[in-house]
């Protein structure tokens, strides 16, 4: 391919999928992300949830994408106070099906995933179980065009991680298999990210 014809498609693709994938995704953590993350009680949250925080918001530190609210809660525990703010934030709307970004060491868990697959990493079969009541079911990512999309699915996972308590709770819950819109568009942000960090170092304008 020409050379200076690299450049024009590099630099269209900057001017359009950057602002997108960094517009959309980069954002700071909301007020109930902060609230979750530095462990508030549960009356907190309910307070912030009825001044109209987003229950949906997506935190992604910039490239760090895709953090939803519920991952915050997700992060904060499974005690008796983080199973209720849960649930309140399910009652709330929070969707349940959303992914998340595992950005992890581990090789075994890092990726892209649904948040009932990193529910079963690392939280209770009880909060799997209040998933899965919500509507999540078990996935595996259709899109695989670059490394950081998870491939098993919350159940092959949680077997694979001995989580026997976890795996009871998936076994025989429908299976489905169609990617999410954000996935696939995750994916695509973080590949013209990594091309466009590659290449424009090397090019003179």
């Known amino acids: ?23 959309f995704y980069c954002k700071e953590p909301t ?14 949250i309910k307070r912030l949830i009825e001044q109209g925080e987003d ?7 910039c490239i760090r994408l895709l953090k939803p609210v ?5 992060d904060r525990g499974a ?29 075994r868990v890092f990726g892209i995933m649904p948040l009932l697959t990193y529910a079963s990493i690392y939280s209770s079969a ?3 179980q209040m998933f899965i009541d919500a509507g999540a079911r078990d996935s595996i990512p259709v899109v695989q065009e670059s490394s950081v999309e998870f491939t098993k699915s919350a159940l092959m ?10 795996v009871n709770v998936l076994t025989g819950i429908p299976f489905q298999t169609s990617a999410k ?25």
């Open 126 to 128: 009880e909060i799997v």
């Open 31 to 44: 007020r109930l992300m902060k609230a979750l993350e530095s462990k508030q009680s549960p009356q907190e």
């Open 70 to 74: 519920l991952r915050y809660a997700l």
């Open 181 to 205: 819109d954000d996935l696939i568009f995750a994916g695509g942000c973080l590949a013209v990210v990594g091309l466009m960090a590659l290449a424009i170092p090397h090019m003179t304008f």
């Open 157 to 166: 996972i949680a077997q694979e991680l001995g989580r026997t308590d976890v």
């Open 1 to 23: 391919m020409n050379y200076t014809y690299t450049k024009v498609v590099l630099a269209l693709a900057a001017s359009i999928i950057t602002p997108a994938c960094l517009g």
């Open 79 to 107: 005690d008796k106070d983080s199973v209720t703010i849960i649930n309140m934030l399910i009652k709330a709307g929070a969707d349940v099906t959303a992914n998340t970004y595992n950005r992890v060491t581990d090789e």
């Open 55 to 61: 229950v949906n918001a997506v935190d992604s530190e």
